[in-house]
């Protein structure tokens, strides 16, 4: 069996219901991923890595026997091959490894609505520059917002305000380099949503922007703002 078919039927098993276990990580499965790393106090970025797996093993002696009863025999054998992690975007400390040298293996991806750059605003822009290794991701994510939010929600929640993509430079106050500088990373919205502002200062730590964040965290993305309450106009397709 597939890992993806793997992890649908363990999280289910134990109480995390993921729909049908069809081997699609679409936003259930992932909700429930990260539901399970929470009640297990692992970081919930909704990526099946090895802490995930780990504790699914470990845990498996305490699902109830009623419930492995009605999951197809197949779907609670240990997955075969190699365990690949579910949009596993790299940890801060391995971009180079995985988007490779700063700056490199750009491409631009097709807005499905147009942005207003944030330093320019009577400028609208129809396309984003982004790594080929999280463009495709991006992508799907921008359709979603186009169908979640109207134009008018979008204006409302700042969401159509650019503010960065790739941009390679250091972070603020660090010698460490931005996520920005691999092309991994968008900003919105940063006159709302300053970097150390916190929820509810912040635009888009509402409770309007919840299905915006959700998009982002159905593929894996990582929002600052979520995680750690502040710089809440950024996310990376990258983990901390």
Known sequence: ???????????????????VIDGKIGPIT??????????NELFPDGLAD?????????????????????LPDRDNEEPKGNVIPLNAWPRQKDLTTFYGRR?????????????????KKQQLITK?????RCAESASRCFQRIS?????????ELGIDIFSGSLNVRK?????????????????FDNQRNGLHWHKPKARLSHDDARPFWEIWEAEGWLSLGRARNFDWMHVQAARL
């Open 128 to 132: 984003m520059t982004l790594n080929k």
């Open 171 to 187: 972070m603020r106050g660090s010698n460490r380099w931005s996520t920005h500088s691999w092309g991994c990373a968008i900003d």
């Open 30 to 39: 992932t909700a429930a991923l990260m539901q399970f790393e929470r009640d």
């Open 147 to 155: 169908e979640v939010y109207n134009e008018k929600a979008r204006l």
């Open 103 to 119: 700056g490199t293996n750009q491409t631009a991806i097709i807005l499905p609505f147009p942005m207003k750059l944030a330093w």
């Open 50 to 70: 090895e802490r995930v797996v780990k504790a699914l093993r470990a845990s498996a002696s305490a699902v109830s026997p009623n419930v492995m009863s009605h």
């Open 1 to 19: 069996m597939t890992f993806e078919r793997w992890i649908q039927s363990r999280l289910t098993s134990h109480g995390y219901p993921c729909g």
